[in-house]
C-alpha cells in the first residue's frame, strides 16, 4: 500500500476511540491473529497455556496492547482489502484469518465501549442549533419554535426538554417600564441636551419630530412640513377654521428707558415714508402692536436690515410708578445679528451687563457631564445600565437656549449716556400663532382666567406668591376682572379680523391641563357668549381698552417664579388618578398654577381690496417652560399644526413678502438666496444630463436665483442708451415722444434676436465667453453682483414709500372697463403718466425694484425663479384679435459650450488613460494652463451677459412665489420687476392692455400672459 492510502486512513480514523475497532480493512501483521473483535493479539496454546490467571493479566494490560497494536497497525505495510467476493489478497498477497471461537466476556466488554462511544457522539450537539433546525426546509414550519406538537414525535421529547432550559426561556421584563421605556437611554435629558449643542430645540421639538419633517434652519431644528399630505387641509383650517405654528424661535430684544431717548435713538432707523414708526399714538400707549421696515440709521431707502413687529408695555400698569418704559421687538431670527448691532450702536450701548433676566444655562463641556451623571468609562450614544448612587446623583436640567448666538457672549448690554439698557430675551417666551376664524373660540375655551384667592383659603404653602400679592390688591382684581370680561367676548365673535389689527389684550389663566378634554373634538363659536351687544360693538370698534393691555409677562421675576414652580405632568396625572370618580375635574385650589400671558391680534391680509382680513389670527405669549402646557389642549380644541412650508403659503396667499427670501436688499435675504441656489445647483447635478433641462437653449440665464443688481443695472444703461439715440434722431416733438426720450418704448423681438443656431455665439458679440466660472454656474454669477456691488456700493433698494406704490398701483390698471381688469388704487389726486412723474420717481430712486403680484389670465402655474417679461407690440395686437391666445414661444437657442464640454470630457479621458481614475478628480489643478474649472452641461458658465435683452422678449423682473392658487382658482406669482422697467413698459403699452406682462418658467419656452397689480 502506497504512504498516500496510509495517511488517508489514518486521517480517517484518528477521531476513532482508542477502545473500539472497526472494520477497516488493513492487517497490521499476518502473523498475528485477532479474536473477540478486539485489538489484542491472539497466540497459540503452545507457546503459552491458557489459565485464568494469565487473562487477568491479559486485562489489566489491554490498554497499553492496544496502543501498541495501533502503532504496530500504522506501521504495516502488509494488508488486505475488503472487496467485492470477501476477504482478498493485498499488494503482497497476505490475508486474514478469521478466529475459530470468541470470549463472551471479551467480546461484550469490546462491544460495550463502542455502543457507549456511540451514544456519547450522538448524544453531543455538534452545533448550537435546535431540533427544528436540523429538519429539511421542506418540512420545517414556523410554529415549531414554540409549538412543540408540531415536531414529528421522535424529537418532540428532546424539543421538549430544549425548551424547558433557562436560555430559551422568556427573561422576565420589569412591570413599572414599557417596551419604549426599557429601550430609550437611561439619561435621556443628558442626551437630549448633548444633541442640542449646534441647534437647539423648541419646547415643543418631541412633538414635531414624530409627526414632521425637520430641517436645521437658522440655529434651531424646526419642522417643516407634515408627514401625511395635507396641503389642502391647511389651506382648510387658515380659511374656515384653525392652524396653529409654534413661533417660538422669533427673536425678541427689549429696550429699557426713558420714552425720549428710546424714540430718539430708533428714529433714525425707520422712516414715516414707509409707514407708522415707534412713535405711532395706538402703539405707543401699548394698545396696539405696529410693525415697520429697519434700516440703517440715516440710510433710507437703502441698506435695509428687515421687517420686525414691536409692543409697548402699558402706561398705567397697577402699582407701577417708574417713569422708564419697556419696549419689544420681535424679529426673524436671520435678522437679528444685523439689527441688534445697529440698535447697540444708535443707542451707545456698547458696554456688557449682567441682567436680572433668567437666561439658559449653558450646554454642559464633556468633564461636566461627566461628573453630572457619573459614567466615566461609557460613552453618550450608548444603553447604561443605571447605577444607583443617590449621594453623588445630581438632577440634570432642561437646557432652553438660543440658537442665535454663542452662551458664552453677553445677553444685556447698558448705555451710559442714555441710560438705554438692551436685552436680549429670545427663547425667554413661547409664541404661538393661531390662524384662521376659529382661533378665538379655541383661545376661550382652552384657556380660563385665573380663580381670585379670597382671605378664606389657605394661601401659607402655595408657591404662587405674587398671586396671591396681587389678589389683595383691590384695582388689580377689578382689573383682571375687566380683562375676564372682554376675554369671554371673544367666545361669540365670528372672525378675528373683525377685531383692530394688533390688538393686546393681557390676561392671567390657570393651568390648561386641568381643562383638558378626554377626546379631541371641534369647538365652534357660540354667539351666546356675547349677549351684550353694546359691549360687542364697542370692542368690534375701539378694541381693547389701553389697561387691558397689561400683563404680568413683562416682569422677569414673575414669569421666572411661574417657571420654576410648574407643577410636573407626572404629579398632576397622580392628583388625576386619585381622584374619587374617574374624570371628573380637578380641584388644585391656591395650589394651581397661575401663567401670565399676552393675546396680539394678527391682521391677516392688509393689502388690496379682496380678501381683505384672510389669514387672521392670534398670536400668545406665554413663559418659558409652559409650551406643551399649551399646545396640547389648543390641539385638542381641534387646531391642525403647520410648520414652515405652512408659514410660507400664508405669506404667499396673504400677498405679502416672507422672510427672508423676499428681502433683496437685506444682508440675511441675499444669504438665503445663496443657500438655496447653492443646494439646487447640487440638485440638479446629481441629475444625468438627459433627465434634467438644458438652461443654455432654454435661454435661462440664471434658473435658481435673480441677478437683481445686474437686472437695475441693465435697465439704466439702456434707458440712457435708447434716450441719447431718440434725442439725436428727433430733438423735439410732442408728449408722448418726449416721454419715449426719458422712458423708452420695449423694442420689438427684431431688435433683441437670437443668434442662429449656426453661428453659436452669445449676444454680447464674443465668439466665444469671455470668462469660465467655477461649478456654481449662473448661481455663482447672479450672486456676485448682488454681494460683491451691493455689499460696498448698495446701489439696490426696494421701492416701500406708500405715496409711490399707490401711484404706481393707479398707472398698473386699465384705463376701460374690463372685467379681468385690477381694480384701480383708490385715492384721489394721482397724477398721470407723463414725463415729469416719472423723472420725479427715477430721481429718488434710480435702481430700485418693485412688489408685485401677478395673476394668469388663462392656464398656468408659475414657479420660482420665473422670468417676467415685457410683450411686444405684435404680443398684444395678437391678445386683442383673439382672446383664447396663450402667448408667444420662445425660440430654441444655441449652446456655446458645448465644444468646450467636449474637449474637456476628451482631457478627462486622456487623464484616466494616463494616470488613472484617482487623477480625474484633480483634472482642474493639474491643467494650469486650462485656466478654469469644469463646465456644467446645460449651465451658462462664466460672467452673464445682458439679461434684459437675452431673449426674444425683454426680462422685466423675478417671481419669487409661485403656485395654484386656491384662493381665487388660478395661477398666482409674487416677485420684484426693476422700477425702470415698469415705468418703461407703462409708457409705452396702450390704456386698455396696460400693466400685461409676459411669464416664462426657466424649464419652458412658453409666455403665458398675466396681469401685473401694485397692493398697497
Known amino acids: 500500500m502506497s504512504n498516500a492510502k496510509e495517511r488517508k486512513h489514518a486521517k480517517k480514523m484518528r477521531n476513532q476511540p482508542t477502545n473500539v475497532t472497526l472494520s477497516s480493512g488493513f492487517v497490521a501483521d499476518s502473523g498475528v491473529k485477532y479474536h473477540n473483535g478486539g485489538r489484542k493479539p491472539f497466540q497459540s496454546q503452545k507457546g503459552k497455556p491458557h ?114 432550559k433557562a436560555v430559551h426561556q422568556k427573561k422576565e421584563h420589569s412591570k413599572n417600564k414599557c417596551h419604549k421605556a426599557r429601550r430609550c437611554h437611561i439619561n435621556r435629558m443628558l442626551e437630549f441636551n448633548r444633541r442640542q449643542k449646534k441647534n437647539k430645540w423648541l419646547e415643543t421639538h418631541i412633538w414635531h419630530a414624530k409627526r414632521f419633517h425637520m430641517v436645521k434652519r437658522w440655529g434651531y431644528c424646526l ?15 387658515m380659511t374656515s377654521r384653525c392652524l396653529l405654528q409654534d413661533l417660538s424661535y422669533y427673536c425678541c430684544l427689549e429696550l429699557k428707558g426713558k420714552e425720549e431717548e428710546i424714540l430718539k435713538a430708533l428714529s433714525p432707523m425707520c422712516s414715516i415714508d414707509t409707514g407708522l414708526t415707534f412713535a405711532a399714538v395706538h402703539c405707543l400707549s401699548g394698545k396696539r ?47 437679528k445679528q444685523d439689527i441688534l448691532e445697529e440698535i447697540k450702536a444708535v443707542c451707545q ?54 440658537g442665535t448666538r454663542d452662551p458664552l457672549q453677553p445677553y444685556s448690554w447698558i448705555s451710559p449716556t442714555t441710560g438705554i439698557v438692551i436685552s436680549d430675551l429670545t427663547m425667554e417666551m413661547n409664541r404661538f400663532r393661531l390662524i384662521g376664524p376659529l382661533s378665538h373660540s379655541i383661545l376661550t375655551e382652552a384657556l380660563k382666567a385665573a380663580s381670585v384667592h379670597t382671605e378664606g383659603e389657605d394661601t401659607e404653602k402655595t408657591p404662587h406668591c405674587w398671586w396671591i400679592e396681587t389678589c389683595r ?45 378626554q377626546k379631541r373634538s371641534k369647538v365652534l363659536p357660540n354667539p351666546e357668549k356675547c349677549q351684550d351687544n353694546e359691549k360687542v360693538r364697542q370692542l368690534l370698534l375701539e378694541g381693547v381698552p389701553v389697561e387691558c393691555s397689561h400683563s404680568f409677562l413683562w416682569n422677569q421675576d414673575i414669569c421666572k417664579s411661574v417657571t420654576e414652580n410648574k407643577i410636573s405632568d407626572q404629579d398632576l396625572n397622580r392628583k388625576r388618578s386619585e381622584l374619587l370618580v374617574p374624570g371628573s375635574q380637578l380641584f388644585l385650589g391656591p395650589h394651581e398654577s397661575k401663567v401670565p400671558i399676552l393675546l396680539i391680534q394678527q391682521p391677516g391680509k392688509v393689502t388690496g381690496d379682496d380678501q381683505r382680513g384672510w389669514g387672521s389670527g392670534w398670536d400668545v405669549l406665554l413663559p418659558k417652560g409652559w409650551g406643551m402646557a399649551f399646545w396640547i389642549p389648543f390641539i385638542y380644541r381641534g387646531a391642525r399644526v403647520g410648520g414652515l412650508k405652512e408659514t410660507v403659503v400664508h405669506s404667499q396667499y396673504k400677498r405679502s413678502p416672507n422672510v427672508p427670501g423676499d428681502f433683496p436688499d437685506c444682508p440675511a435675504g441675499i444669504l438665503f438666496a445663496e443657500e438655496q441656489a447653492k443646494n439646487l445647483i447640487e440638485k440638479y447635478k446629481r441629475r444625468p444630463p ?52 426719458v422712458v423708452p418704448r420695449a423694442p420689438v423681438p427684431g431688435r433683441a434676436r437670437q443668434l442662429p443656431d449656426d453661428e453659436g455665439t452669445p449676444l454680447n458679440g464674443s465668439s466665444e465667453p469671455k470668462g469660465v466660472m467655477d461649478a456654481d454656474g449662473p448661481a455663482r454669477a447672479g450672486t456676485e453682483g448682488v454681494v460683491g456691488q451691493g455689499a460696498t456700493s448698495s446701489l439696490l433698494c426696494v421701492l416701500r414709500s406708500r405715496k409711490l406704490l399707490r401711484q404706481l398701483s393707479a398707472w398698473c390698471g386699465p384705463s376701460s372697463g374690463n372685467s379681468r381688469a385690477a381694480p384701480r388704487a383708490p385715492g384721489t389726486g394721482q397724477q398721470e403718466l407723463s414725463r415729469e412723474a416719472c423723472l420725479s420717481i427715477l430721481d429718488r430712486f434710480p435702481k430700485a425694484l418693485v412688489w408685485v403680484r401677478l395673476s394668469l389670465l388663462r392656464k398656468g402655474s408659475p414657479e420660482p425663479h420665473t422670468m417676467i417679461c415685457v410683450p411686444a407690440e405684435e404680443d398684444l395686437l395678437q391678445l386683442s384679435q383673439d382672446r383664447l391666445y396663450c402667448g408667444p414661444q420662445e425660440p430654441k437657442h444655441s449652446d456655446p459650450f458645448k465644444s468646450q464640454i ?71 406669482a409674487l416677485g420684484f420687476v426693476s422700477l425702470t422697467g415698469l415705468l418703461d413698459m407703462l409708457s409705452s403699452q396702450p390704456g386698455v392692455e396696460r400693466g400685461l406682462v409676459l411669464l416664462r418658467p426657466p424649464a419652458s419656452l412658453q409666455y403665458r400672459f398675466a396681469r401685473i397689480v401694485i397692493e398697497v
Open 902 to 972: 467636449r474637449k474637456q470630457k476628451k482631457k478627462k479621458l486622456e487623464k484616466r488613460r494616463k494616470r488613472g481614475c484617482a487623477a480625474s478628480e484633480g483634472l482642474a489643478e493639474g491643467d494650469p494652463a486650462a485656466g478654469h474649472q469644469p463646465l456644467t452641461l446645460g449651465l451658462w458658465s462664466g460672467p452673464l451677459p445682458v439679461v434684459t435683452s437675452h431673449c426674444s422678449r425683454v426680462l422685466l423682473g423675478f417671481v419669487t412665489q409661485g403656485d395654484f392658487s386656491m384662493a381665487v382658482g388660478c395661477g398666482e
Open 349 to 402: 450701548c456698547m458696554e456688557p451687563t449682567k441682567s436680572t433676566v433668567c437666561l439658559p444655562d449653558p450646554l454642559l463641556t464633556p468633564s461636566q457631564e461627566k461628573s453630572q451623571t457619573d459614567l466615566p468609562t461609557e460613552k453618550i450614544g450608548k444603553k447604561r445600565k443605571w447605577k444607583d448612587d443617590e449621594e453623588n446623583a445630581k438632577p440634570i436640567k432642561k437646557v432652553i437656549g438660543d
Open 51 to 164: 489459565s485464568g490467571t494469565s487473562r487477568q493479566r491479559q486485562t489489566k494490560t489491554s490498554h497499553h496492547s492496544l496502543a501498541e497494536s495501533d502503532a504496530k497497525e500504522q506501521s504495516s505495510s502488509r494488508v488486505t482489502f475488503k472487496k467485492k467476493g470477501g476477504w482478498k489478497a493485498g499488494p503482497e498477497g497476505t490475508s486474514q484469518e478469521i478466529p475459530k471461537y470468541i470470549t463472551a466476556s471479551t467480546f461484550a466488554q469490546a462491544r460495550a465501549a463502542e455502543i457507549s462511544a456511540m451514544l456519547k457522539a450522538v448524544a453531543q450537539k455538534s452545533s448550537n442549533s435546535l431540533v427544528f433546525q436540523t429538519l429539511p426546509r421542506h418540512m420545517r414550519r414556523r410554529a415549531m419554535s414554540h409549538n412543540v406538537k408540531r415536531l414529528p414525535r421522535r424529537l418532540q421529547e428532546i424539543a421538549q426538554k430544549e425548551a424547558e
Open 473 to 517: 390688591n383691590p384695582d388689580s382684581v377689578s382689573l383682571h376682572h375687566r380683562q375676564e370680561t372682554v376675554f369671554e367676548l371673544l367666545g361669540g365673535i365670528t372672525s378675528p379680523a373683525e377685531i383692530p389689527a394688533g390688538t393686546i389684550l393681557g390676561l392671567t389663566v390657570g393651568d390648561p391641563r386641568i381643562n383638558l378634554p
Open 289 to 335: 402692536q405696529g410693525s415697520l421696515m429697519l434700516y440703517r440709521a440715516n440710510k433710507y431707502p437703502r441698506e435695509m436690515l428687515g421687517p420686525v413687529t414691536f409692543i409697548w408695555k402699558a402706561e398705567r400698569t397697577p402699582g407701577d410708578t417708574s417713569e422708564s418704559r419697556q419696549l419689544w421687538i420681535w424679529l426673524h431670527p436671520s435678522l
Open 690 to 741: 438627459a433627465k434634467r433641462p438644458n438652461y443654455v437653449k432654454l435661454g435661462t440665464l440664471a434658473p435658481f436665483c435673480c441677478p437683481w443688481e445686474q437686472l437695475t443695472l441693465d435697465w439704466e444703461s439702456r434707458v440712457q442708451a435708447e434716450g441719447e439715440s431718440s434725442a439725436a434722431s428727433s430733438p423735439g416733438g410732442e408728449e408722448s415722444s418726449l416721454r419715449r426720450e
Open 223 to 237: 419642522g417643516e412640513r407634515p408627514t401625511v399630505k395635507s396641503h389642502r387641509a391647511c389651506y382648510r383650517a
